[in-house]
């Protein structure tokens, strides 16, 4: 099994894959974009100069300003929406949506190293991730910053389970509801798939149905578990 490369985004705290395990585990990519965030962000506070290749197309005072407000103000990453009285600039992370795949629901996955099958399903998700600042000017450099960020990251993102990723983004409307007027919001969204497994020898499934979960007579147990339980007595 091969191993996440040591990179400015990997660090204490960043989920181990599924993969490098060994065993099944939720993919929880959510707190992977979160850790892979701040890793970037932190790297590029260490390392401005990087922002005069990210901002080339600015005027050489411009992204001397952004230079100063990253140092002095660097975005925090969080999961959830930001409230009324967050400390910004922030970058919200966000589970838009998600769906499990029919297809694959309750589907044969992967056999691990003891040659135990893996039985889950394939999840399609959207996560946003919401840049607020007090600015507009702030939010477009913040925005780019999460952007390239994003797309640096991106092997790593797949190699923790994150499947065919693809990125929208587009501004947020006012909601004087939850937040000032003042605060100014842009999107950035990754659509993905990610898998949820699960290993029945854990027994967990036996543990809610309190019957067996094999194949009896023909009848699955898992979509029948009553005539299954009648066949295995």
Not at 166 to 173: L, R
Not at 187 to 198: A, D, F, H, K, V
Request: glycine fraction near 8%; aromatic fraction near 8%; hydrophobic fraction near 40%.
């Amino acid at each position: 099994m091969s191993r996440v490369p040591e990179s400015p985004l990997h660090g204490a705290g960043i989920p181990v894959p599924a993969a490098e395990l060994g065993v099944p585990s939720a993919t929880m990519l959510e707190r992977v974009i979160q850790h892979g965030l701040q890793r970037g962000i932190d790297y590029l506070v260490a390392n401005p100069a990087l922002l005069e290749r990210i901002f080339a197309n600015l005027a050489a005072a411009e992204i001397t300003k952004i230079k100063d407000y990253l140092a002095d103000k660097p975005p925090a990453v969080m999961q959830g929406y930001a409230r009324a009285g967050a400390k910004l600039p922030m970058v919200s992370v966000v589970l838009g949506q998600e769906s499990s795949e029919e297809h694959f629901l309750d589907d044969f996955l992967d056999v691990d190293d003891e040659n135990v099958e893996h039985l889950g399903s394939i999840w399609q998700m959207r996560f946003d991730l919401l840049v607020y600042t007090e600015h507009p000017d702030v939010t477009l450099w913040y925005y780019t910053i999460v952007k390239y960020v994003c797309l640096a990251a991106l092997r790593y993102f797949q190699l923790a389970g994150m499947q065919v990723p693809t990125f929208s983004g587009g501004d947020m409307e006012p909601q004087p509801e939850y937040l000032p007027d003042v605060v100014f919001v842009r999107t950035l969204s990754i659509n993905c798939r990610g898998e949820m497994p699960y290993v029945e020898a854990g027994g967990l499934g036996r543990a809610i149905t309190g019957m067996h979960l094999d194949d009896a007579a023909g009848v699955n147990a898992r979509t029948h578990p009553v005539a299954g339980e009648e066949e295995a007595e």
